[in-house]
């Protein structure tokens, strides 16, 4: 028997609705994973007092720590921004491997994603 797990964000959802908007602006998705989601609830609870518009002011952090190094991602799944240290960690670029040259039925992106103080370096795979 299959468990399937229920997942609900703490992220209320006029805000979600906010986030995902900029996330197709900015190449990433709030809720695709545990990582992603702490971010956006830290990110949320430091403007919760602020005057102002909020939605300006999360643009503006968010444009700060979405980096990229030359494009944003061009994603074929669903946007996993990666995470290091509860910060997003900077976009190098992607590898495109198109299925005739790996005998496969499907064209294969790797995303790699670096976090420039500390060093390490994550990779996505996605397969389209």
Do not use: C
């Amino acid at each position: 028997m299959r468990e399937y797990i229920d997942f609900t964000s703490e992220i209320p959802f006029d805000k979600m609705e906010m986030l995902l908007e900029l996330g197709n602006e900015f190449s990433f998705d709030p809720s695709s994973s545990v990582e992603s989601e702490e971010y956006f609830l830290k990110l949320l609870s430091k403007y919760q007092n602020e005057a102002g518009d909020l939605v300006t002011l999360i643009r503006k952090h968010i444009k700060k720590d979405f980096r990229v190094l030359d494009k944003k991602p061009r994603w074929i799944q669903d946007p996993e921004w990666q995470f290091n240290n509860g910060r997003p960690m900077e976009f190098v670029g992607q590898i495109e491997i198109k299925r005739e040259k790996i005998g496969l039925h499907d064209d294969v992106i790797f995303y790699v994603f670096w976090d420039i103080e500390t060093g390490i370096t994550k990779t996505i795979i996605q397969i389209a």
